[in-house]
């Protein structure tokens, strides 16, 4: 069974271009969340869908974040215009929903690695 | 909101010895759970070892184990007879229960194992 997958693994871009990042989810599950991590700091929550809808999008930054999950099925997550700020490592997790969340298991992308210059 | 610290930014062991690493976190809820998740370089990030807070017993998984102290709100993780292949970045993390709830982590531990 393929695991969450994101890509790309690595993105290098300038300040005020522009970066889309996507997630594939492990087929079947319903909840995807978008975590970051900057350089030396805590992971941090971005926001959490439930197939196609936005549960809580609590933790994006600013207007600059933009992400969507068309069908509910793949998530892009785009940073418009990119600030060096953004630079980190996005994370992407997914979950079936299963009515007990004691069995609520997360599944973690590898990550992407995103450097803003 | 909760907090979750890692003390420890980077940590070694020896092949074979045991390396415990620190997590302490900070909330006012008596119901949530607690997890390690480790992620090796370049490597999907993977859950090792997850803690009901209303279980006493601390959670146990082969060679991987906790100290779980809920009045001091201490969740360290103790590796067992560690092997190179347990060289990654262990993250702490706390959730509070319901599905889709956030977690909250920590910064991380570097682990070095030394051959």
């Known amino acids: 069974e393929a695991g969450v997958t994101q890509f790309p693994s690595h993105s290098v871009i300038e300040k005020g271009q522009t970066v889309t990042l996507r997630c594939d989810p492990i087929?079947?599950?319903?909840?995807l969340y978008w975590y970051r991590r900057v350089m030396g700091k805590e992971i941090k929550f971005l926001l959490h869908?439930?197939?196609?809808?936005?549960?809580?999008e609590s933790g994006m930054p600013n207007n600059r974040f933009l992400a969507e999950r068309t069908g509910g099925t793949y998530s892009t997550l785009k940073v418009q215009p990119a600030e060096l700020e953004d630079s980190g490592v996005y994370f992407c997790?997914?979950?079936?929903?299963?009515?007990?969340?004691?069995?609520?298991?997360?599944?973690f992308g590898s990550g992407t690695q995103l450097s803003v210059l | 909101a909760q907090t979750v610290t890692q003390s420890q930014p980077e940590m070694s062991v020896q092949e074979a010895e045991t390396v415990t690493l620190s997590c302490t976190y900070d909330?006012?809820?008596?119901?949530?759970?607690l997890f390690w998740y480790k992620q090796p370089p370049s490597r999907q990030m993977i859950l090792v070892i997850r803690?009901?807070?209303?279980?006493?017993q601390n959670a146990t998984e082969n060679r991987f184990s906790v100290n779980f102290q809920k009045a001091a709100k201490s969740f360290s993780l103790k590796i067992s007879d560690s092997q190179l292949g347990d060289a990654a970045m262990y993250f702490c993390?706390?959730?509070?229960?319901?599905?889709?709830?956030?977690?909250?982590f920590g910064t991380g531990t570097s682990l070095t194992v030394i051959p």
């Open positions: 803690q009901e807070a209303y279980k006493q």
């Open positions: 087929s079947g599950h319903d909840n």
């Open positions: 909330t006012s809820e008596s119901d949530y759970y």
């Open positions: 993390a706390y959730r509070s229960p319901g599905i889709g709830n956030q977690f909250y």
């Open positions: 869908f439930v197939k196609e809808s936005k549960q809580d």
């Open positions: 997790a997914s979950s079936q929903v299963t009515g007990l969340v004691d069995l609520e298991k997360l599944f």
